[in-house]
């Protein structure tokens, strides 16, 4: 298989780039997301506190000690109204965004819980973790749709399609691959990433997914049929 078309590396930014704000944890930050409607921006870190900002100017909304363990990956769901972790303890759990109020938690991957994303139109959500499985779970509950073991190391990396009918997931092993949420099978496998990935995320025109790796490359593909 081929790897992904290599992309050069970006200019230094200029001058005038900075960042708007800067909020802080007491710890390394594993994860942060937007929600839906923009106006909200959840960050979790090493020291188990889920903390939710105004995206426009920065302040504090809320802070949750979430768990005693890392929040290794969060996702909102698709309405907004709901927020997802996961912890290096392999848990998931759920949250009211507006309340602050955990609604639920269960053991989902055996090792750390590295990446969680929300269909973005069906109560649907995909997680992947250390012990190398993608687990397909009813948004907001713990009830398992399926579990899926087509890679053999960590996942690294999961994203819905914009139209939510396809999920691609990356894995240490240096596997992609493409699945039918639809068809409920494996619809294709992507390209070999030689120097194992570390990220992945779908492009805006949803035909086209980029990877990042370890060696500091960035390349993408484009979906079979696109």
């Given at each position: 298989?081929?790897?992904?078309?290599?992309?050069?590396r970006?200019?230094?930014?200029?001058?005038?780039?900075?960042?708007?704000?800067?909020?802080?944890?007491?710890?390394?930050?594993?994860c942060v997301?937007?929600?839906p409607?923009?106006?909200?921006?959840?960050?979790?870190?090493?020291?188990?506190?889920?903390?939710?900002?105004?995206?426009?100017?920065?302040k504090?909304?809320?802070?949750?000690?979430?768990?005693?363990?890392?929040?290794?990956?969060?996702?909102?769901g698709r309405?907004?109204?709901s927020?997802?972790?996961?912890?290096?303890?392999?848990?998931?759990?759920?949250?009211?965004?507006?309340?602050?109020?955990?609604?639920?938690?269960?053991?989902?991957?055996?090792g750390?819980?590295?990446?969680?994303?929300?269909?973005?139109?069906?109560?649907?959500?995909?997680?992947?973790?250390a012990?190398?499985?993608?687990?397909?779970?009813?948004a907001g509950?713990?009830?398992l749709?399926r579990?899926?073991?087509?890679?053999?190391?960590?996942?690294?990396?999961?994203?819905?399609?914009?139209?939510?009918?396809?999920f691609?997931?990356?894995?240490?092993?240096?596997?992609?691959?493409?699945y039918d949420?639809?068809?409920n099978?494996?619809?294709?496998n992507?390209?070999?990433?030689p120097?194992?990935?570390?990220?992945?995320?779908?492009?805006?025109?949803?035909r086209?997914?980029?990877?990042?790796?370890v060696?500091?490359?960035?390349?993408?593909f484009?979906?079979?049929?696109?």
């Open positions: 298989s081929s790897s992904p078309s290599s992309r050069r970006p200019s230094a930014p200029s001058r005038s780039s900075r960042l708007a704000f800067v909020v802080r944890h007491d710890s390394p930050v594993r997301a937007f929600s409607d923009g106006k909200l921006i959840a960050s979790g870190g090493d020291d188990g506190a889920l903390r939710l900002w105004n995206a426009a100017d920065g504090p909304v809320r802070t949750l000690k979430a768990d005693r363990h890392a929040i290794t990956a969060l996702t909102f309405k907004g109204g927020l997802g972790t996961g912890s290096a303890d392999g848990t998931i759990r759920m949250w009211d965004a507006d309340t602050g109020v955990e609604k639920s938690k269960h053991v989902a991957h055996t750390e819980v590295l990446c969680l994303a929300g269909h973005p139109d069906r109560p649907l959500a995909v997680s992947g973790g012990d190398a499985m993608v687990k397909l779970w009813v509950s713990s009830k749709d579990t899926l073991t087509y890679h053999t190391k960590a996942i690294v990396g999961l994203a819905f399609g914009p139209d939510g009918r396809v691609v997931s990356a894995s240490a092993d240096g596997s992609v691959r493409i949420v639809v068809q099978r494996v619809r294709s992507g390209p070999t990433v120097r194992s990935p570390t990220c992945l995320t779908f492009l805006g025109d949803g086209h997914v980029a990877v990042g790796d060696a500091g490359n960035i390349g993408h484009a979906l079979p049929g696109a």
